[in-house]
Nanobody
Framework: QVQLVESGGGLVQAGGSLRLSCAAS????????MGWFRQAPGKEREFVAQ????????YYADSVKGRFTISRDTAKNTVYLQMNNLKAEDTAVYYC???????????????????WGQGTQVTVSS
């Protein structure tokens, strides 16, 4: 069973930065990709970013391109989301997700991720 534990959320002013971390319990070679998603109040959960565990190929939502950076540290079994120039509309619960069964390097749909963390709240004040 894979466990994902997010941390790093909090309250920040608009224009500020936060770095989210997601520590994964399973050995790295079992992961195909890791992703970040977010869900704002009253809205559906949406894709934020994805990184291939071996390929390091990344994908971003248009709304965060140029501001957010996803990365991973295989030695620490951890994926990060560096968030800069935060905006009020970035306020949401952020979830980490892991996929272990897909093939290829394409961007994955939410349903492709088998494991999810509990989420961490990010609040951006304007």
């Amino acid at each position: 069973q894979v466990q994902l534990v997010e941390s790093g959320g909090g309250l920040v002013q608009a224009g500020g930065s936060l770095r989210l971390s997601c520590a994964a319990s399973m050995r790295t070679f079992n992961y195909r990709a890791m992703g970040w998603f977010r869900q704002a109040p009253g809205k559906e959960r949406e894709f934020v970013a994805q990184i291939g565990w071996s390929s390091t190929i990344t994908y971003y939502a248009d709304s965060v391109k140029g501001r957010f950076t996803i990365s991973r540290d295989t030695a620490k079994n951890t994926v990060y989301l560096q968030m800069n120039n935060l905006k009020a509309e970035d306020t949401a619960v952020y979830y980490c997700a892991a996929d272990t069964t897909s093939t290829g390097t394409s961007k994955l749909a939410q349903r492709s991720y088998e494991y999810w963390g509990q989420g961490t709240q990010v609040t951006v004040s304007s």
